[in-house]
């Protein structure tokens, strides 16, 4: 599927990857890093002590997972367990946990369970899982996201946190949990994923009946907008439901809003804006939402015709070999991978930096083309 030359370009960057988490490894021990500070370029802030249910707290521990899996060296092993035993406290607090409990214990947790088969890591899955399931509305038949004055809420970013509930329902075959992971994708794919393959970011619901209210811009750039890393998590989360569920309206909506995004991105050499909808100035980018794009037309590719894969390979190096060469750094003074990565529009920080989700999608995307990851999701 892969061609030979793309295959040698991800062992080179794996290569690098490998040196350079590392040396990042090495000097964290068990911290959680989240953003390389401004001034120091380093990973300063320990996320564990500064906000324990932060909802990006188990990216690094994916990544550590990824690559002992892909490496067998034991630091990335090590540290992956570090920082699980370290998101205990999140369960202690819980005040603050949300949908995004998927993200936290998939890439901790359960990642650890599918390698070691460790009870404890078991048991710590299960417990999110029935976290996120204790969400579900079933009047309104979706999981709400976020906390507060938020009933209704529903955000896009969720669809890459259900896979948490297939996981549990395949581990003690409880149907329930498919169930709710089902009403939930349904209720996106009906009324936040646009016609056109462009998506809402979010979707505020009637918690008491279910109806639609409004689809507000959140972190795009206004509402009718199109923000990108809103599509690459409803590309690869749609993708992640087919998987689990073979359902073909699932793939067919994953595609659909596969083939918006790379209309969009191969306008602007293979990386994304942060919204799709925006002004041209300023003109904004966000590598996070190219890198977990491509992760999802891997995902896709694995499930279409033989003629229909080399539109999404294609795509997905494209996108990973740019963003690499734009925004690659490999010098091991500065943490973090791959920079570029926005977390909102209009946000006045965390704008063009290194963000730990955009490196792990990076490095997934790199192992995936080398078959060498481990399916987290």
């Not at 549990?168 to 009324?191: L, Q, S």
């Not at 599509?231 to 993708?239: E, K, N, P, S, V």
């Not at 439901?241 to 602007?268: C, G, M, N, P, Q």
């Amino acid at each position: 599927m892969f061609k030979e030359e793309d295959k040698q370009w991800a062992t080179k960057i794996l290569g690098k990857i490998d040196g350079k988490l590392t040396v990042e490894a090495n000097r964290l021990g068990g911290k959680i890093p989240y953003i390389p500070d401004e001034k120091t370029k380093k990973y300063d802030e320990d996320m564990v002590k500064k906000d324990p249910v932060w909802w990006c707290n188990g990216f690094w521990s994916g990544m550590m997972w990824q690559m002992y899996h892909a490496t067998e060296n034991e630091l990335y092993k090590k540290t992956a367990e570090m920082n699980e035993e370290a998101l205990d406290k999140a369960f202690e607090i819980y005040t603050g946990l949300h949908h995004d409990v998927g993200f936290m214990w998939l890439h901790t947790a359960v990642a650890n369970f599918r390698l070691t088969e460790n009870e404890r890591s078991k048991a710590r899955g299960l417990h999110a899982a029935h976290l996120l399931a204790g969400r579900y509305n079933p009047r309104g038949k979706f999981i709400r996201s976020w906390n507060r004055d938020r009933a209704g809420w529903v955000i896009i970013d969720s669809m890459m946190n259900i896979p948490l509930l297939y996981w549990a329902k395949k581990t003690i075959g409880d149907p329930r949990f498919r169930f709710i992971a089902e009403d939930h994708a349904d209720k996106v794919m009906n009324n936040i994923v646009r016609n056109d393959g462009s998506v809402a970011h979010i979707g505020i619901f009637d918690p008491i009946n279910g109806e639609l209210l409004e689809t507000p811009a959140g972190q795009g750039y206004a509402d009718g907008s199109s923000w990108s890393r809103g599509q690459a998590w409803a590309i690869y989360g749609f993708a992640l439901s087919f998987y689990h569920t073979k359902k073909e309206e699932y793939l067919d909506t994953a595609k659909r809003v596969a083939h918006y995004f790379i209309s969009e991105v191969s306008k602007t050499n293979w990386i994304p804006v942060v919204d799709f909808r925006s002004p041209k100035d300023p003109l904004i980018f966000d590598t996070s939402a190219g890198v977990c794009a491509a992760c999802g037309f891997l995902e896709i590719s694995k499930h279409v015709p033989e003629l229909e894969k080399g539109l999404y390979v294609e795509a997905a190096i494209n996108i990973l070999k740019a963003t690499e060469e734009n925004y690659g750094i490999w010098d091991n003074e500065q943490d973090g991978l791959i920079g570029g990565a926005t977390a909102a529009y209009h946000s006045d920080y965390w704008r063009e930096v290194p963000i730990i989700y955009s490196d792990y999608f990076f490095v997934e995307g790199i192992l995936r083309v080398l078959e060498q990851d481990i399916f987290i999701w």
